[in-house]
């Protein structure tokens, strides 16, 4: 079946980087985006960024700009969100999303299980 | 204060209906990008509940429906049930933004 199966949980210090990654299956990677969410405990979604498995092109939101990078491999339809320089409010449930591809306002049909990441000195 | 606009709850008794509104302006919702809606259950994922304004995925009863008119959404819930507790969040594109956004989420209560 088409799932995104996300890595495990994570505990950081502030300052430091964390690296997530969403493994795809069931469906033909490349045609598809992918996005990545977050969720501060008690809080909203928040859009952090989208990357086209395709072409590898990146849209991120603006508030992250410097500090988030997406990435891609294809070889084993895997997505990856690497965000640096940490700060407590950095914790949060971070998920991937599968999307249309596009770019633009392409609805988000596939969610991964979510990954917990913590950061307290 | 996130760009697209929800209330904050809403409830209702079972066998109602309730409408949750998601306002936007012109540089999302307004602008014809689409707004799509998804249903959040306490400490799980968000599942997409409505795609492209008012498009259900499969598997997806048909109480549930979506409406866009100018710069707002709506959801509507018909036939409340308990299983329908939850957050709800609208989503759409903003081009002053250059990314996705999303509502701020409204926690229904099924009385």
């Known amino acids: 079946q088409v799932q995104l199966v996300q890595s495990g949980a994570e505990v950081k210090k502030p300052g430091a980087s964390v690296k997530v990654s969403c493994k795809a299956s069931?469906?033909?990677?490349?045609?598809?985006?992918i996005s990545w969410v977050r969720q501060a405990p008690g809080q909203g979604l928040e859009w952090m960024g989208w990357i086209s498995a395709y072409i590898g092109n990146t849209k991120y939101a603006q508030k992250l700009q410097g500090r988030v990078t997406m990435t891609t491999d294809t070889s084993t339809s895997t997505a990856y969100m690497e965000l640096r320089s940490l700060r407590s409010d950095d914790t949060a449930v971070y998920y991937c999303?599968?999307?249309?591809?596009?770019?633009?306002?392409?609805?988000?049909?596939?969610w991964g299980q979510g990954t917990m990441v913590t950061v307290s000195s | 204060q996130s760009v697209l606009t929800q209330p904050p709850s809403v409830s209702g008794a079972p066998g109602q209906r309730v409408t949750i509104s998601c306002t936007g302006s012109g540089s999302n919702i307004g602008a014809r990008y689409d707004v799509h809606w998804y249903q959040q259950l306490p400490g799980t994922a968000p599942k997409l509940l409505i795609y492209?304004?008012?498009n259900r995925p499969s598997g997806v009863p048909d109480r549930f429906s979506g409406s866009k008119s100018g710069t707002s959404a709506s959801l509507a819930i018909t036939g409340l049930q308990a299983e329908d507790e939850a957050d709800y969040y609208c989503q759409s594109y903003d081009s002053s933004l250059s990314g996705s956004v999303f509502g701020g989420g409204t926690k229904l209560t099924v009385l």
């Open positions: 069931g469906y033909t990677f490349t045609t598809y985006g």
């Open positions: 999303a599968r999307d249309g591809g596009s770019g633009y306002d392409d609805s988000f049909d596939i």
């Open positions: 492209g304004n008012n």
